[in-house]
């Protein structure tokens, strides 16, 4: 028998003394010593690395990680799996986990299946899908528990998630059965509007009815009886009219809004190198776009539209398609990069009256480009760090917040024109009034104030503080007409104040970010939470008029387009999103580096992204007529497409 002595003596050799010494069960006592020297914290005993590099290359984050793990999890659970050659089986297969044998991917051997094991992989699975714990339970009760599956923001959260991710066959399938059954609860609305609409149709018959027995019998009355009757028809046919307007807008809406979903599933369910999919998916956003430009007949207020995923899935198919092929074709979105400063791009601001941006950075450099990216002035400015730019109002100089806690003025050549102790401390934030009356400052000790401004300018020795913050202050904002300011402080409060520093209101909210919207028309502001919450408050009364969850959840910043229709939200995830008022995403960014802000352009219709490596982003925004233009030309250009495409795209004039 072995030595007596307990599990530890599982380590040391077998006793001397003969055969009669020799071990029974040699597998078992194999066994046991590798699961105490390697499988069981493995981590601390992986010298030299092996596991370790095994468990890096499994678990990389990439567009294919869930496709990846939901393989090997097929691969564990022996289901038999051909060797194709495809992205995640080649990944797969150089981490050493597995290996090819009689035609079918096996585990290389068990010590691997120990450590990487079933339970270690369901794990890392619902960590990175947003709706892990609803899949579990509908997967589980062999998906017949539909009250699992997705709905309304919690779907398209989902579907955005998914947009760049090769995902498992289970997750296509909950996908899909979730947009099914919100197919089928949308149809349940349209048979309701259809029964509304028959109830309004029988109404006016019984009006119609009604009013012809009036007439009958008050003859005596036929003046007035007249009149009644005609109002009664006027009634009943205008309230059946509209009823059957409502029904019909509600049924394209909803087909419109399926058919563009169905085109951004199909894009992101395909892998990246399948060029014919991405074709095929952008033929259907296509004709989704152009059903959505019929119905909303070319109107300016996205606010208003019945449907957007169109839009989205038209985007996100041509940079996909963009990317993929690495073309500078017109056709294609328009996209400007290039290297604007060494180390993180702290702000980037757009002149209000010249097709120029200004940018700072973290190596105390300002720079002015044109559009192309091409340089126009560089100066240094002397103030540590430059932690924000602005232009004035009327676009004739600049403005830097210093690390050092000056603030100085520049013209567009670079020469300095006044520096002034703002506040004490770092100056995170600055904005000018709309009159260039006032600077506004914030800072990292606790400091805001607001600076008269003379003509110079110059400020004006009566500073204004605004007190009571905690600790940092982290942005500082005039209202669009300059009759208040808002500030934000580490804290996530949001506070408002007169000119003459008298606090008039505290939100009922934990913000991250705030932007105010510039149109004249838009008497509104929006708040932006860590978790994505967007808030739209009113201007005059500071009240919350509406709000809707992002798919941030993470939040940074958010920032209003110049003519109000649009949000820009920013998160850690190196994306940045663009959704109209009503709370539908009509565009998705995605960047090589960490977003730290976002410009717009003051026509709107493009973004400048900062990044944190020092790289500048100019993207352009497209509407819905400029997407369809751009996707029938690149469809056109290709012979096998050209007659389908000839026949949707009739109203884009490609």
């Known amino acids: 028998p072995p030595c007596q002595g307990g599990e530890q003596d599982l380590i040391h050799t077998p006793c001397q003394g003969g055969e009669q010494d020799l071990i029974q069960n040699p597998g078992e006592w194999v066994e046991k010593v590798v699961r105490?020297?390697?499988?069981?914290?493995?981590e601390s005993q992986d010298v030299p690395e092996h596991l370790s590099t095994i468990r890096d290359r499994l678990f990389k984050e990439n567009q294919r990680i869930i496709r990846r793990l939901g393989l090997y999890q097929q691969i564990l659970q022996q289901v038999d799996i051909v060797p194709d050659r495809s992205a995640e089986q080649m990944e797969l297969r150089l981490t050493g986990l597995i290996v090819?044998?009689?035609?079918?991917?096996?585990?290389?051997?068990?010590?691997?299946?120990?450590?990487?094991?079933?339970?270690?992989?369901?794990?890392?699975?619902?960590?990175?899908?947003?709706?892990?714990?609803?899949?579990k339970v509908w997967l589980n009760s062999n998906c017949e528990d539909n009250s699992q599956l997705l709905r309304g923001d919690n779907l398209q959260s989902a579907l955005v998630w998914a947009a760049d991710k090769s995902l498992r066959n289970e997750d296509f399938q909950f996908l899909t059965a979730s947009q099914r059954m919100i197919f089928g609860d949308q149809n349940q609305l349209l048979q309701a509007a259809t029964l509304e609409t028959k109830k309004a149709a029988r109404d006016a018959e019984t009006a119609l009815i009604e009013a012809d027995a009036a007439k009958h019998k008050a003859q005596q009355w036929?003046?007035?009886g007249s009149a009644v009757l005609a109002a009664s028809l006027i009634g009943a046919i205008g309230f059946s009219t509209l009823a059957y307007q409502r029904f019909k807008l509600a049924q394209a809406s909803i087909e419109i809004e399926q058919n563009g979903s169905d085109a951004l599933l199909l894009a992101v369910s395909q892998k990246t190198d399948n060029?014919?999919?991405l074709s095929e998916a952008l033929l259907r956003a296509?004709?989704?776009?152009?059903?959505?430009?019929?119905?909303?007949?070319?109107?300016?207020?996205?606010e208003q539209y019945p449907a957007t995923r169109p839009l989205l899935a038209l985007q996100i198919i041509l940079d996909k398609i963009s990317k993929k092929q690495q073309t500078k074709a017109s056709s294609l979105p328009h996209l400007v990069k290039w290297q604007a400063h060494a180390g993180?791009?702290?702000?980037?601001?757009?002149?209000?009256?010249?097709?120029?941006?200004?940018?700072?950075?973290i190596d105390d450099k300002v720079r002015i480009w044109n559009f192309s990216g091409s340089k126009i002035a560089e100066w240094k400015a002397l103030q540590q760090s430059v932690n924000m730019i602005s232009f004035s109002p009327d676009g004739k100089f600049l403005a830097t917040a210093g690390k050092d806690g000056t603030v100085k003025f520049w013209n567009l050549s670079g020469k300095n024109i006044s520096t002034f102790q703002a506040i004490k401390g770092s100056v995170t934030s600055i904005s000018f009034s709309s009159d260039s009356k006032f600077l506004a400052a914030a800072g990292i000790d606790s400091n805001a104030a607001i600076l008269p401004l003379s003509k110079q300018p110059k400020v004006i020795s009566s500073i204004i503080k605004l007190p009571g913050h905690n600790g940092l202050v982290r942005s500082v904002n005039f209202s669009p007409k300059g009759d208040f300011v808002t500030t934000l402080?580490?804290?996530?409060?949001?506070?408002?104040?007169?000119?003459?520093?008298q606090l008039e209101k505290i939100l009922p909210v934990q913000a991250i970010g705030i932007s105010f919207s510039p149109a004249k028309q838009q008497y509104r502001f929006a708040t932006v939470t860590?978790?994505?919450?967007?808030?739209?408050?009113?201007?005059?009364?500071?009240?919350?008029?509406?709000?809707?969850?992002?798919?941030?959840?993470?939040?940074?910043?958010?920032?209003?387009?110049?003519?109000?229709?649009?949000?820009?939200?920013?998160?850690?995830?190196?994306?940045?999103?663009?959704?109209?008022?009503?709370?539908?995403?009509v565009a998705q960014f995605e960047f090589e580096e960490n977003v730290v802000s976002v410009g717009w352009s003051r026509d709107g219709k493009q973004i400048a992204v900062a990044g944190s490596n020092g790289t500048v982003w100019l993207r352009q925004v497209q509407g819905l007529a400029e997407l369809l233009k751009q996707s029938c030309n690149f469809l056109g250009s290709k012979p096998e497409y050209f007659r389908r495409v000839s026949t949707i795209c009739k109203e884009s004039n490609y």
Do not use: C
């Open 222 to 224: 036929i003046g007035i």
């Open 36 to 42: 105490l020297k390697i499988v069981e914290n493995w």
């Open 100 to 135: 090819k044998r009689r035609e079918k991917l096996t585990i290389s051997n068990p010590i691997y299946q120990a450590v990487f094991n079933k339970n270690l992989i369901a794990q890392k699975l619902e960590k990175l899908s947003p709706y892990s714990e609803a899949i």
């Open 286 to 302: 296509i004709a989704s776009g152009e059903k959505l430009k019929t119905l909303v007949n070319n109107k300016p207020n996205l």
């Open 344 to 361: 993180a791009v702290t702000s980037v601001s757009f002149s209000p009256d010249r097709q120029i941006l200004a940018t700072a950075g």
């Open 530 to 585: 860590f978790n994505g919450k967007v808030g739209l408050w009113n201007l005059s009364e500071k009240e919350l008029m509406n709000e809707f969850q992002t798919l941030h959840f993470d939040a940074k910043s958010i920032s209003f387009s110049p003519d109000g229709e649009r949000l820009a939200t920013v998160g850690i995830d190196k994306t940045v999103r663009l959704w109209n008022l009503a709370g539908r995403q």
């Open 489 to 501: 402080d580490g804290k996530s409060t949001v506070r408002i104040w007169n000119l003459s520093g």
């Open 275 to 277: 060029s014919q999919a």
